[in-house]
């Protein structure tokens, strides 16, 4: 049996990028995937899917991806049988890109040379805020000394301007950087006298939160923030033109990770589907393969290497835990989760502005704490078809939003359902008559956003490294490793941290 140079397990974001730059070097590398497709959490699927191959598919599908769906309008049932889903484009969970592809996404693409053959489309999105019950209207990241009138009011009034809030970590050694990993944002918005401003405090508040996923200032870490301010928007502001904070995918974000698959394999690699992972086998201190099990039986697939791209808090169920360190496996076992809730609405119509339509809009408080919550609960959301039209029916629009959880929150079911019940009456607050467009919803939990969301105690070099310690050959890719920046742009910049580790090759990242 030929042994393998690297079997990356899981084709999420981070395994993909890794694989894909394993392979471009010559390595014989070999992806494993226990869906149907790839993309792991960044993963797309049809209305019609749904409908052929029913509900409990879709829920399985969820629950791969350590999330459910608490409730739906009408039922799953009566929209698969009446094909209410026709004709969208719904991704696993909210899914918008960040910098519209012109983050650590670029990068990639330009370390492998493009996407090939597959065209890969990032409409971009403003952004703009909505903090008691006014309109605040945001330029693009490149423009970012226009604030709105009212923002600028207040921001003199403090006598502060928006740059002020990265002002001091301008020139931030990486060192310097990792130690503001465990900065909280209240802490910095205190320090600089932002928090002498409610509207201030709240706006930046809505910034931090939709970087990192939290809810609670006093737990969003203002390192990974700052190093993506630094690294990379600056330096995309500094080449010229527009840049956005965020952007959707044409026909879903799988595109993406399905252009990176047929690259890696472009390049000699080779993606096996539908097949788990049983252990990762070792012989005294070195990796030695991982036994997988599909439709054909169990088969040890042997490797130098394995790059575990699953949540590292699996990782003891595929491995002895007293291979390791002792340091390392009580940091896995400490580490602690996130989740959130991603609406998706159908509308017969455009039940909002234009000039809310074309953003990604953003306020600090859906739901009170006082609700049972660690926090005010913050939404983003968007009418995703506007930005990105394939992804609904001609005439018809998608709504899709998020909203931050704790990992203890997402699994309580009777608190999520104050959140559910929350959106839409507060989409009817903002935009009166909005309930009368809606023909469905659906309300998707996801109960894992360790590696998205940036706390003080895990953003950035605060989690485990990419090359694991005590055992030869066994490494780390995807959220919950050492990576930067937001959402699936954190996941892309493991792979490419891991590959490096692999490679010894210098791709730019520190």
């Known amino acids: 049996m030929d042994e393998w140079d690297a079997v990356v397990v899981g084709a999420g974001v981070g395994g993909l990028s890794a694989a894909v730059l394993l392979a471009q070097v010559g390595m014989k590398t070999l992806v494993v995937e226990k869906d149907d497709r790839v993309g792991g959490r960044a993963l797309s699927l049809h209305g019609e899917e749904v409908r052929d191959k029913g509900v409990d598919w879709y829920r399985r599908l969820l629950g791969g991806q350590y999330s459910y769906l608490i409730a739906s309008e009408p039922s799953l049932d009566e929209m698969v049988d009446n094909g209410i889903l026709d004709g969208y484009t719904l991704d696993l969970g909210y899914h918008a890109v960040s910098v519209a592809g012109e983050g650590y996404f670029a990068m990639l693409r330009d370390l492998i040379g493009g996407y090939g053959d597959r065209q890969v489309i990032i409409n971009p999105c403003l952004t703009g805020s909505w903090i008691d019950g006014q ?19 207040e921001f003199k009034r403090i006598g502060k301007r928006f740059f002020d809030f990265f002002g001091p970590f301008f ?54 923030m ?17 840049v956005y904070v965020g952007g959707f995918t044409e026909n879903g974000i799988m595109t993406w990770s399905q252009a990176i698959a047929d690259r890696f394999i472009g390049f000699g690699g080779e993606v096996r589907l539908e097949v788990s992972m049983k252990s990762i086998e070792v012989e005294g201190d070195t990796v030695t393969g991982i036994t997988i099990e599909g439709a054909g039986g169990e088969e040890f ?17 595929y491995i002895d835990e007293r291979a390791f360190p002792g340091d390392f496996t009580t940091r896995v076992k400490s580490l602690y989760g996130y989740g959130s809730l991603s609406p998706y609405i159908g509308l017969t119509g455009l039940p909002v502005p234009e000039e809310h339509a074309k953003r990604l809009m953003k306020t600090p ?16 959301w ?5 930005i990105e039209p394939s992804c609904a029916p001609e005439g018809k629009h998608l709504f899709t939003a998020y909203l931050p959880l704790t990992e203890k929150e997402s ?17 009817e607050s903002v935009y009166p008559g909005f309930k009368d467009y809606i023909e469905w919803e659906l309300y998707p939990v996801c109960v894992k956003l360790e590696g998205v969301a940036k706390s003080v105690t895990q953003a950035g070099s605060l989690k485990p490294d990419v090359k694991a310690p005590g ?40």
């Open 135 to 153: 309109f605040y209207e945001e330029s693009p990241l490149s423009n970012m000394q226009r604030v709105d009138d009212k923002l600028y009011t």
């Open 171 to 224: 020139d931030a050694t990486p060192q310097q950087l990792e130690e503001l990993d465990s900065l909280s944002l209240h802490e910095h918005l205190v320090k600089t006298g932002f928090a002498e401003s409610k509207i201030i405090y709240d706006y930046l508040r809505c910034f931090g939160t939709l970087f990192t996923t939290i809810n609670d200032p006093n737990d969003i870490s203002m390192g990974d």
């Open 226 to 242: 700052t190093r993506y301010a630094l690294q990379v928007i600056m330096p995309a502001v500094m080449k010229g033109g527009p």
């Open 301 to 317: 697939i042997p490797a130098r290497r394995v790059v575990f791209n699953i949540p590292i808090q699996e990782l003891f169920k």
């Open 365 to 380: 408080c859906v739901v009170p704490r006082s609700e049972g919550f660690d926090w005010d609960v913050y939404m983003a």
């Open 382 to 386: 968007n009418i995703q078809s506007y």
């Open 411 to 427: 699994h309580n079911r009777e608190l999520v359902m104050k959140a559910v019940k929350a959106v839409p009456d507060f989409l």
């Open 471 to 510: 055992i030869e050959g066994l490494y780390f890719a995807g959220d919950t490793a050492r990576g930067y920046g937001v959402a699936m742009d954190c996941a892309c910049s493991s792979g490419i941290l891991c590959a490096s580790a692999i490679t010894g090759l210098d791709y730019g990242i520190k």
